[in-house]
């Protein structure tokens, strides 16, 4: 079965960090760009930051400078790494594959997402 | 405030049609076709329903359906049911720094 799998998660206080992982199983991390997605609570979607299968990598403006994604694909894990964290940071981070149907890889869309790891940012 | 604008929430009975629209610049729907439609469930994670502006996953009734004029994109559900009631996102990739842009979401209620 195709899935993601987010961890990582957990209360952290303002300028705090975190790792988060999502772990692949049922294809290879190296094979479809890998993004993170968040959702603050109540709130709508928020794109973070993608990984391409040649390694380029693309941020929000809000998480730039602060948080980096990487791959280990030995590991076939995506990691978010989340550092100078502030409140407005809280949210449910989702993991997604980027969309394949046989051969044909889709443009910007996801279609395997993990049922996330949440954030909370507070002192 | 998300880049792409959609309508809060859209209703419709059982059977009907609706329409979601997102709106966006030159920059991103109107200068691409690479726009994404999601639903999301209550407490769920989301679900790629179409990509590309009309194309469908497999799996996804064909019911639903996408398209795209000048800056503005649209999903249509035609033949309502209980279960299509959700929240819907639209997204696209941008040329702005940003690289991928989300809606602010639409919550659909069958009525």
């Known amino acids: 079965e195709v899935q993601v799998v987010e961890s990582g998660g957990g209360l952290v206080q303002p300028g705090g960090s975190l790792r988060l992982s999502c772990v692949a199983s049922?294809?290879?991390?190296?094979?479809?760009?890998m993004s993170w997605v968040r959702q603050a609570p109540g709130k709508g979607l928020e794109w973070v930051s993608v990984?391409?299968?040649?390694?380029?990598?693309y941020y929000a403006d809000s998480v730039k400078g602060r948080f980096t994604i990487s791959r280990h694909d030995s590991k076939n894990t995506v990691y978010l790494q989340v550092n100078t964290l502030r409140p407005d940071d809280t949210a449910v981070y989702y993991c997604?594959?980027?969309?394949?149907?046989?051969?044909?890889?889709?443009?910007?869309?996801?279609?395997?997402w993990g049922q996330g790891t949440t954030v909370t940012v507070s002192s | 405030q998300s880049a792409l604008t959609q309508p809060a929430s859209v209703s419709g009975s059982p059977g009907q049609s609706i329409t979601i629209s997102c709106t966006g610049t030159?920059?991103?729907?109107?200068?691409?076709?690479?726009v994404s439609w999601y639903q999301q469930h209550p407490g769920k994670a989301p679900k790629l329903m179409i990509y590309?502006?009309?194309n469908r996953p497999s799996g996804v009734p064909d019911r639903f359906s996408g398209s795209k004029s000048g800056n503005t994109a649209s999903l249509t559900i035609s033949g309502l049911q209980a279960e299509d009631e959700a929240d819907y996102y639209c997204?696209?990739?941008?040329?702005?720094?940003?690289?991928?842009?989300f809606g602010g979401g639409t919550k659909l209620t069958v009525l």
């Open positions: 049922g294809f290879t991390v190296s094979s479809n760009f």
């Open positions: 990984i391409y299968t040649g390694g380029s990598t």
């Open positions: 997604a594959r980027g969309g394949s149907e046989g051969a044909y890889y889709y443009y910007y869309a996801m279609d395997v």
């Open positions: 997204s696209s990739f941008t040329s702005s720094t940003t690289h991928v842009v």
């Open positions: 030159s920059s991103d729907v109107g200068g691409y076709n690479y």
């Open positions: 590309e502006v009309t």
